[in-house]
């Protein structure tokens, strides 16, 4: 239910959910402030960037020393099982990211590591990302069935 104390002892936790709704109320059962200075939590989910930049802000101003890095991914299961997914990394601090959570990223399941800017910016990032995939798959759609109403076999187009 809560996190040991770790006296001086940092830790870096990742935490991945459906939305930044639960992400919110698994960081509050964590009991944040018995992390020890320069603990990094970094949150994988596909979120809200508002949200999260809310989430990162209250980090840096009420638990000494606590980082949240945004880290959404893309590349799907197929990507995660080959260690080879895209993360889009928002932080304050550009710095974590290079020495510390890139490298840790890089080594696990990250073929690609991009930061994005400030805390939140990954978020920002993936979400467009989710938006153009969107647009692209439903005007794919459009397509085939314009060539459909064409007369035209859709399945020529998708050779």
């Keep these: 239910d809560t996190l040991p104390n770790h006296d001086h002892n940092p830790s870096i936790i990742f935490i991945s959910m459906p939305t930044t709704t639960e992400v919110k109320e698994i960081l509050q059962s964590l009991q944040l402030d018995t992390l020890a200075p320069g603990s990094i939590i970094v949150d994988t989910t596909s979120g809200d960037p ?23 991914v893309s590349g799907g299961l197929a990507g995660a099982k080959a260690g080879i997914l895209t993360c889009m990394v928002g932080c304050h601090d550009p710095h974590i990211v290079e020495s510390i959570v890139q490298p840790l990223l890089e080594s696990s399941f990250a073929g690609k590591v991009v930061y994005c800017g400030p805390s939140g910016s990954g978020m920002a990032v993936k979400a467009i990302n989710n938006v153009l995939m969107s647009a692209h798959l439903l005007l794919g759609a459009e397509g085939l069935l314009a060539l459909k109403n064409f007369g035209v076999d859709p399945t020529i187009a998708l050779e």
Excluded: K, M, W
């Excluded at 930049?53 to 980090?59: L, P, V, Y």
């Design 50 to 72: 508002s949200e999260t930049r809310s989430i990162a802000q209250d980090c840096r101003e009420n638990y000494d020393g606590v980082t949240f890095v945004d880290c959404p």
